[in-house]
């Protein structure tokens, strides 16, 4: 099991909204940290500056980075212009065509910008439908205990666990990692959602057999 270098019960919030780099990676690092993904693509889409496009790139043999506003958008595409395994496009994902399909696509932090309940769940399909082995969502999951209690006003577009788990179908394993550790849903606000394709080849384990359950 992973080693983690912070406690299973600081909340969202207490870490800062997640704002570092290395708060988001502690929850997928340890899922691909020793696989071989030199032979896999990936698609980052809502890159910002693209922190997480780098860290990909440097394990993944190409990836593909999508980001819609110019700041954002400017940042990464300058900072990567001269990286031969990374493209960073501009574009709206609700528009964009994905012109192929990904070994695994990280759609983090990006769908509770869309304010259509529609549109959030036809983009999450969209995704899973580009991902052949894996899907990593971060999204802001509806759960009325945990957003009582944390005053969670500002996340406004929540999606609903049933959500997530219905336009999966049977397609997928669905695990969801907070601070490292794998989590029950009903504590899951603002947590990684790891959706892993059940195919025979699939490379990425079950995260049962990666991560430590949360005693929290
Ligand atoms: C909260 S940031 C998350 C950045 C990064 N994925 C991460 O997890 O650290 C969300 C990013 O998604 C971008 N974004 C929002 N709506 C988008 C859209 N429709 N298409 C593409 N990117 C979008 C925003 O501009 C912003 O850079």
Redesign the pocket.
């Known amino acids: 099991m992973t080693q983690l270098t912070k406690p299973a019960d600081r909340t969202w919030f207490e870490r800062g909204g ?1 704002h570092t ?1 290395e708060c ?1 990676i502690q929850d997928f690092g340890p899922a691909l940290e020793n696989l071989d993904l030199s032979t896999y693509s990936a698609i ?6 693209g ?2 496009t780098g860290w990909l790139a440097k394990r993944f043999r190409q990836v593909d980075a ?4 110019d700041a ?1 958008y400017t940042k990464a595409h300058t900072r990567f212009k001269d990286n031969p395994n990374i493209t960073v496009r501009q ?4 528009t ?1 065509p994905l012109s192929k399909d990904y070994d695994f696509v ?1 759609f ?3 769908l509770h ?2 304010t259509s309940e529609e549109i959030r769940q036809r983009l999450l399909r969209y995704c899973l439908d580009h991902a052949q082995h894996a899907c990593f969502v ?1 999204t802001a999951i509806h759960d009325f205990h945990v957003r009582d209690q944390r005053n969670l006003a500002r996340l406004e577009h929540f999606v609903t666990l049933e959500t997530l788990h219905s336009l999966a179908g049977d397609e997928f394993d669905i695990h969801v990692v907070d601070n490292g550790y794998l989590v029950t849903t009903e504590r899951a606000v603002g947590d990684l959602v790891v959706y892993r394709r059940r195919s025979y080849n699939n490379p990425l384990p079950l995260l049962s057999e990666i991560y430590s359950t949360s005693a929290v």
């Not at 980052?44 to 500056?49: N, T």
């Not at 574009?91 to 609700?94: L, N, P, R, V």
């Open positions: 997640r780099l988001r980052d889409i809502g890159c910002a500056e922190d997480i999508l980001e819609y506003m954002c574009g709206d994902i609700s964009f990280f983090l932090g990006v910008f869309f971060r």
